[in-house]
């Protein structure tokens, strides 16, 4: 069931080898305010689309453990980097989804710090409900109903968990059946990424789908597509993007030492390279940031051990 696995979280092998040799004596440790951790572990999501990225994840690296005083490792891993790992202090800081979140702090009590933004992402981020600019027969989310539908993937927030949300609370549907063909739709394709999808739907492989919208606008910025080839018929709320989150039981004063550093960090090298945005910076915020997102999350029943 998608359900269960969604509710899993994976560590690659290099990931659980490197975190058994770096890691702590594998307890939870008990801080009082003035006893700051000698060393932090921090887990970067790869990115396959920039050979650059690992040295500039290090400069990023570099000014933590400089503002801090203290050594800063870094691992490689997935959204769903194992929430144990995080519980058992051997893992201090990751990069996280609203699901991984929701299980890091179920786990480990981890609290938000910040979240990698430009300062277009209140303006196209959503996920939008795309088809081609000619069809007639489909102009609205309740005319996909009996369509040949494309979301991105099971683990991802914009190209599944939120359109999937979307019509599940819309059209009152059983979120266990959406996937099944001839309940809504009369079948569903997983097309591995946003771009997939898009070109799917002017390709004419699929009637239609669901992308980000900050995907649909890079794509025709860039030429790929005409702003022409396809039209948006609907979309989902607006919705919050990955966030570092961190270990609760870390002193207070770290904590907010942590996220200072992270928001003094200013490289317009980094935020070109890895967020497409060199005005981009970390902000601060507020641990209800994912809330609406986990409301989502639960109405798909994706929340479910």
């Given at each position: 069931?998608?359900?269960k ?11 659980v ?12 440790a008990?801080?009082?305010e003035?006893?700051w951790p ?19 994840h ?8 400089k ?27 990751m990069?996280?989804s ?20 430009k ?10 409900f ?10 609205s ?6 369509t040949?539908?494309?979301f ?54 699929f009637e ?6 900050s ?5 025709i ?19 919050p ?9 870390l ?15 200013e ?5 070109e ?17 994912f809330?609406?997102s986990?409301?989502m ?6 929340l479910?051990?």
């Amino acid at each position: 069931m998608i359900k269960k696995r969604l509710s899993k979280f994976f560590l690659t092998v290099g990931l659980v080898s490197t975190l058994a040799v770096c890691g702590t004596d594998g307890s939870s440790a008990s801080w009082s305010e003035k006893e700051w951790p000698e060393e932090i572990t921090l887990v970067q999501k790869p990115n396959e689309n920039n050979p650059n990225a690992d040295s500039l994840h290090t400069l990023l690296r570099e000014h933590l453990s400089k503002e801090l005083g203290i050594e800063v490792n870094e691992l490689k891993g997935s959204y769903f980097v194992g929430s144990e790992a995080m519980a058992s202090g051997k893992l201090d800081i990751m990069l996280g989804s609203p699901l991984s979140y929701y299980q890091a702090n179920k786990r480990a009590e981890a609290e938000l710090l910040v979240s990698p933004q430009k300062p277009t992402d209140k303006q196209n981020n959503y996920t939008a409900f795309i088809t081609q600019s000619h069809n007639t027969e489909i102009n609205s989310i309740g005319d996909l109903k009996g369509t040949h539908f494309a979301f991105v993937n099971s683990d991802s927030s914009s190209g599944y968990f939120y359109p999937k949300g979307t019509l599940v609370q819309k059209f009152d549907l059983n979120p266990d059946l959406v996937e099944q063909s001839g309940y809504f739709f009369e079948n569903v394709t997983f097309s591995k990424s946003h771009q997939n999808s898009l070109m799917g739907v002017k390709m004419r492989d699929f009637e239609a789908a669901a992308v980000a919208a900050s995907v649909v606008d890079g794509m025709i910025a860039s030429g790929t597509i005409k702003e022409g080839d396809i039209k948006e018929i609907g979309r989902t709320q607006d919705f919050p993007g990955a966030s570092y989150m961190v270990r609760g039981d870390l002193p207070e004063d770290f904590k907010e030492a942590l996220r200072d550093a992270f928001i003094s960090f200013e490289n317009e090298e980094y935020f070109e390279a890895l967020h497409q945005d060199p005005n981009a910076r970390f902000v601060a915020v507020e641990q209800d940031y994912f809330d609406s997102s986990i409301e989502m999350l639960d109405a798909i029943n994706a929340l479910e051990e």
